[in-house]
């Protein structure tokens, strides 16, 4: 079994369960521990993802884990230039340009 971390973008296909016939991103909050299961699962807590990587839903899994798929991790977002000029304080870009903004 892989080693899970908070943070974690899986890959959930019916390989982990076949209850997942449509498969979905996940971003893993923490393995539940502390629940009991059968040998070769595990109980799973995070966020359903959508295209874009926005959650849409926060779910607790019952998975094998040899059957979820890590994937590498993607880079962090940047602000919009919009929101970076207010960051520093700047005026907004359009009406530095003389934009009707």
């Known amino acids: 079994m892989p080693p899970f971390r908070s943070g974690d973008l899986l890959h959930v296909t019916q390989a982990a369960s076949v ?3 449509r498969p979905f991103l996940f971003r893993l909050i923490r393995v539940l521990e502390d629940r009991i299961t059968y ?3 595990l ?3 995070g966020y359903e993802l959508d295209a874009r990587g ?3 839903a926060r779910r607790e899994l019952f998975v094998q884990p040899v059957g979820l798929r890590k994937l590498a991790p993607s880079p962090p977002r940047c602000p919009s230039a919009l929101a970076a000029h207010r960051l520093r304080g ?3 870009p359009s009406r530095e340009a003389g934009g009707d903004a």
Do not use: C, L, M, Y
Request: charge should be negative; charged fraction near 35%.
């Open 19 to 21: 209850q997942f016939s």
């Open 39 to 41: 040998d070769g699962w």
């Open 43 to 45: 109980w799973i807590e």
């Open 54 to 56: 926005e959650a849409v």
């Open 90 to 92: 700047d005026r907004h």
